[in-house]
């Protein structure tokens, strides 16, 4: 039984090293950069935190995460996001922090962040008033970038076609509050 358990737990740690990829960092190395203000190092920390499922690993995780964002990070202010819309044990709901996140991750120029936050102005989420304007801007900036990929973005081509089509159903709802 105890062979049994160990080979379990072998299988496990393996999967979640599978998970972490090359990202692999020591957790050891990982704090002590953390702790000198190295974003990325808070951000992995975090995700690697995270892995261990536990409770407390998964709230020191938010909390390097919150670290992380603060120093900049876009894909940690994006992670924050959810976390501050629900609300839970790990911080509390804020939609007002959310959205300020989501602006940060997005003027980073983070796709997923982007395409949120036309959402947020598209739909007027989260306190946010509708502003189809700027949801048009939004999305016409993320089309632009299709050609050329300045900002290194690892995306699939369906992302594009996604916000195409929100380009045009901005423009539709544009025309319809205009009277057209």
């Known amino acids: 039984r105890q062979a049994a358990h160990w080979q379990s737990a072998l299988r496990d740690a393996e999967r979640k090293l599978a998970a972490l990829g090359d990202d692999y960092v020591p957790v050891a190395a990982l704090r002590e950069r953390a702790a000198g203000e190295d974003a ?65 991750a997005a003027a980073s ?9 036309g959402l947020v102005y598209e739909k007027g989420r989260h306190g946010v008033q509708r502003d ?9 900036e993320i089309v632009a970038t299709k050609d050329g990929n300045p900002y290194g973005w690892d995306v699939e081509e369906r992302y594009y076609r996604m916000v195409e089509n929100r380009v045009k159903a901005v423009e539709r709802m544009q025309g319809m509050d205009a009277g057209g």
């Open 132 to 140: 189809l304007q700027r949801a048009g801007e939004i999305y016409r």
């Open 109 to 117: 120029h983070h796709p997923r962040a982007l395409f949120e936050l």
């Open 40 to 104: 990325e190092a808070q951000y992995q920390l975090g995700v690697q935190l995270v892995q261990a499922y536990s409770a407390d690993a998964h709230q020191e995780a938010v909390d390097w995460w919150i670290r992380a964002a603060a120093n900049g990070h876009a894909e940690a202010q994006f992670r924050l996001v959810s976390y501050y819309l629900r609300g839970d044990r790990f911080v509390k709901k804020d939609s007002d922090e959310a959205v300020r996140l989501l602006q940060a």
